[in-house]
Structure formats: structure tokens, C-alpha cells
């Protein structure tokens, strides 16, 4: 999921790590930096927490409400947790914040549940 959110280019230094070619260490190392938030860094959930409500904030008026406050009110980073009274409302949430989120250039790819309905998984 971090890995959806670019490093702006002035903080690319700050996110620096060293490389060895072929893990050949007697050699010089390559000095890289991420151009992506990364699994690890203490930033990386606050900036996802972040985008993703930026996203809800930026494109939200076009979609469902719910989809929007879904969003806001029921992820934590990027896990967004959340109960409907129905099938239907399931595959409308899930399909407008699928939406929503793509608005931004984020994708929400992982969906569980409980209900016995193939529907809310397609």
C-alpha cells in the first residue's frame, strides 16, 4: 500500500539507503533513494492515513457519501473496517470507495466477509 504514495522530491534524501552491486560488499556502494513510501518507516502510516483522506476530501463529492466517511471515520492506514445491514449496501460501499479511492491513484484490493454471498466479493 505505501508503495502507492510518491516521496516528494525534496524528502527523497531523507528516505536514502545504500547499495552494494551483487551484495558485493568490497566494492563501492551505490547511494539510492526511495521515490516511494515504504513498508518500515515510521512516516509511511501517517502519510497513507493522510493521502487516503485527502483522496476522500479531493474526489468524495462524486461518489456515495458513505463511501467518503467510510474512508475517513473506518481505516486505520490502510485497513478500513466497517458493518452494513446488507448485501447490497456491502457491494455499494465497496464499489463506490473502489471508485473513489482510484480518483487519487490508490487502489483498494483487499475485501473480507463474513456474509455467505459470493456478490460481496466480486
Known amino acids: 500500500m505505501y508503495y502507492q504514495f ?44 493522510y493521502a487516503l483522506r485527502k483522496i476522500a476530501n479531493d474526489h468524495g463529492s462524486k461518489y456515495a457519501n458513505e463511501a467518503s466517511q467510510f474512508v475517513h471515520r473506518n481505516f486505520y492506514v490502510d485497513d478500513g473496517v466497517t458493518s452494513v445491514s446488507s448485501i447490497s449496501s456491502a457491494c455499494t460501499l465497496i464499489a463506490e470507495t473502489q471508485k473513489l479511492l482510484a480518483e487519487g491513484g490508490s487502489k483498494c484490493h483487499k475485501v473480507m466477509s463474513k456474509s455467505n454471498s459470493q456478490e460481496v466479493i466480486e
Open 6 to 49: 510518491m516521496v516528494p522530491p525534496g524528502d527523497k534524501d531523507l528516505l536514502r539507503y545504500l547499495w552494494w552491486k551483487e551484495g558485493y560488499f568490497n566494492s563501492d556502494p551505490i547511494d539510492c533513494r526511495m521515490r516511494v513510501h515504504l513498508f518500515g518507516a515510521a512516516s509511511s502510516p501517517g502519510v497513507a492515513t
